[in-house]
Structures are given as C-alpha cells and as structure tokens.
C-alpha cells in the first residue's frame, strides 16, 4: 500500500498501513511521529473540533475508506464500539487512478470516482498540492488554445 499525501507543505511516504501521515500543524497537541508527522485523520478531527481523542478513543471513517479525511466522513468512537462497527461493515471498494500531476499511482473510493466522473471530471490527483498545481497548467493550456 503505498499513499502520499501534502496538505500543510512536505509531502511524505507512507509505506506502513492504509492511513495517510500528514506534517502536523505547529500547534497540533496529539500524537506525533518523528516529532513532525501525525494521522491525517486525526488532524482534520482537531481542525474542526479542537479535540484530540482521549485514551480510548479513536476515530472512525464511516465509508470504510480509511483515507478518505474529509471531516463529515470521520467520527470519534469508543474502541469496543468501533470494532463492532468494523465487524458489521462491508469493505468499501476503491478505484486505482493515476495522478494527472505526478503520475503516483493512489486509489479513490469508487463510488466517489463515479459520481466525479459523472459530473463531468477528466482530471484526478493524488492530492490537494497535485490538483492545485495541474489546475494551473490545466488553465495555461486552455489559454494557449483560445490564442491559437
Ligand atoms: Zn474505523
Ligand atoms: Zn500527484
């Protein structure tokens, strides 16, 4: 499993599990690794609610997409009621893309990819870093077309 994510500068590798490690924000009062990085997840849930999970606490991602941050997918559960959770839940299925950026190969729920697609989406990015920069020369292109 192989996943890269940048939302506040440096990107990192994350070779180890399915969730995506972040470079924390310089006031982040949880859990860090190697001092800088933390749980994508968990960033997202303190931005919003200025609340760390306390001991026993972990947070869950109701698609089963566990690196899918987008806050209205993340709830703060109690382990044994978020094992339960697990045991019940179906596996989400994902769709393997490659980044029109960086050509990264990273998965997106697929459900989500259909409705993008739907909506009229040709582009997809591994990250918020990647979709900003293609915008860019996704914008320069139109223009060069427009001139020509
Ligand atoms: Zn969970
Ligand atoms: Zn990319």
Redesign the pocket.
């Known amino acids: 499993m192989f996943s890269i994510s940048i939302i506040f500068g440096e990107a990192l590798d994350l070779k180890n599990g399915p969730y995506i490690l972040v470079k924390a924000p310089a006031d982040f009062p949880g859990k860090k690794y190697r001092g800088v990085y933390a749980y994508e997840h968990t960033v997202i849930w303190w931005l919003h609610t200025k609340i760390i999970p306390p001991e026993g606490y972990q947070i869950h991602h109701k698609n089963e997409c566990r690196t899918d941050n987008r806050f209205e997918n993340l709830e703060m559960v109690f382990k044994t009621t978020h094992m339960k959770l697990h045991r019940a839940a179906k596996p989400c299925a994902f769709t393997l893309l490659i980044?029109a950026?960086?050509n990264?190969p990273f998965q997106l729920e697929s459900r989500r990819y259909r409705e993008k697609k739907k909506l009229g989406q040709e582009y997809f990015?591994?990250?918020r870093v990647?979709q900003t920069r293609n915008q860019r020369n996704i914008i320069k292109l139109n223009h060069m077309k427009q001139a020509a």
């Open positions: 980044c950026h960086c990264k990015h591994c990250s990647c």
